[in-house]
C-alpha cells in the first residue's frame, strides 16, 4: 500500500482539531499525551508553531504528528534541531510529554513509521532529532541511517495492576512490600479519620484547586514547574478541556477535615495516570499525606473498572514503593554527520562523559 508523507505549516486550531480528532477516534487510544485534550492545550498556551507531519494512504490520513524545529544551545554552540511532538524550546516544552510517538490509525498499514522517518531523513535543515519519552523498543528510534543514536535518558514508569487490586478483593496494600504497607497504615492511624476524595466539577472549584496546588509546591523543588506562568496556563487550559471530556480528573483528597493534598490525573484508554501532584505537610513524622492520596486514587481505579493506575515517569522512590510493576520511557537524540558535532562527540569520549552531560 503507497504512503505518502507531507510536511505543512501548523493550521489553525479550528481546522487541524476535526482532522486530529477524527484520526484519535480510529486510533487504538493508547496515549494521552497524543490526544487533542494535550496537543490542544499544549499549542494553544505554549506559543509553539511546530509543522504538520501528514502521512497517507490514498488520500487518507493514517498518521500525524508536530515537528518543532529549533536552534537548541549545545556545548559548541546550537544546533539546528528537529524534535516530535514538541517545539525544540524548552520554555514551550515545560509540559514533558510521554508516550510519544506518532498518532496513527488502529488498522494503518505497515511501514508507517518508517515512512514517516524516511521523510524527515530527507529534509535538509536539520543536524539533531529529538525523540522525548517514546516507550522502550519505539520502532522510531531505531529507523533511519544516522551518525549517533544517543540515548540521552531513560526513566522507569511505575503502575499499579489495578485488575490485580481487584482480584485481591479491593486489598491495595496487600501488594505492596511490608515497609511501603506499613507506611500507609501507620500514617492513617495518625490521622485517626476516613479518607476521602472530592472531584472537581466545575471551573470555579477547579481554578481554586489549581491555584491551591501552586502554593502547595512553592518552594519545595528547584526547577518548579508551577513557578512558571506558561506551565500554570497549560495546565489550566489542560484542566478546563479535561473536565468537558472526562479526560482529566483533578482530585482533592482529606481526612476527616484535614487536606492530604490534589492529584491531577488523566483518564485515557482505560488507565489512569497520575500527572501533578500537591501535597500538606506531614502531621506528624511519620504522616505521609502522598501515599496516602495515591492509595485512595488506586482504590477509586480500581473501583471504576480501569486497568491501570500510572505514575507515569520519573525515578522517584516513592512512585517505585506504590507500584506494582513498570514499564521504561526513552528520550532520543539522533544525530547527522556535521563537524560541531563530531568535535562535541569527541571532547565526551576524551571527557568520558554521557551524551546527555
Known sequence: MTLTVAFAPLPELGALAPR?????ARSDRSSFFLGWTWIESWLSTSGAAPELLTVQSHGIDVALALIGRAMVPRRLGPVATLALNQSGIAAHDRG?????GLLK?????????ATAMTALEGRNDWRALQL??????????????????????????????????????????SLLSANSRSQIKRSIKDHGAAVAICIASTVEAAEAWLAEMQELNAGRHADNAWDD??????????????LETGEVELLRVTA?????????????????????????APISGKAKPGLMCHAAAVGRY?????????????????????????EEL?????????????????????????ASA
Request: without cysteine.
Open 229 to 242: 506562568a506558561g506551565f500554570r496556563a497549560f495546565a489550566r487550559a489542560l484542566t478546563l478541556r479535561g
Open 330 to 354: 526513552e528520550w532520543w537524540t539522533l544525530e547527522r554527520f556535521s563537524l560541531r558535532l563530531e568535535a562535541e562527540a569527541f571532547l565526551r569520549k576524551i571527557l568520558r562523559r554521557p
Open 105 to 113: 490509525a488502529a488498522d494503518a498499514p505497515d511501514g508507517v513509521e
Open 256 to 280: 476527616g477535615d484535614h487536606l492530604l493534598g490534589y492529584l491531577l490525573n488523566f483518564i485515557y484508554g482505560g488507565h489512569a495516570m497520575n500527572y501533578q501532584s500537591a501535597f500538606t
Open 132 to 173: 522525548a519519552g517514546v516507550s522502550s523498543g519505539s520502532q522510531l528510534a531505531g529507523y533511519g541511517r544516522f551518525r549517533r543514536r544517543i540515548r540521552a535518558d531513560v526513566s522507569p514508569a511505575y503502575f499499579v495492576d489495578l485488575a490485580a487490586v481487584r482480584a485481591a478483593s479491593g486489598d491495595y496494600l
Open 302 to 326: 480500581a473501583d471504576a473498572g480501569l486497568m491501570l493506575y500510572s505514575l507515569l515517569a520519573g525515578k522517584d522512590r516513592y512512585k517505585q514503593s506504590l507500584a506494582t510493576g513498570q
Open 20 to 24: 486530529w480528532q477524527a484520526l484519535e
Open 96 to 100: 514533558f510529554i510521554e508516550y510519544n
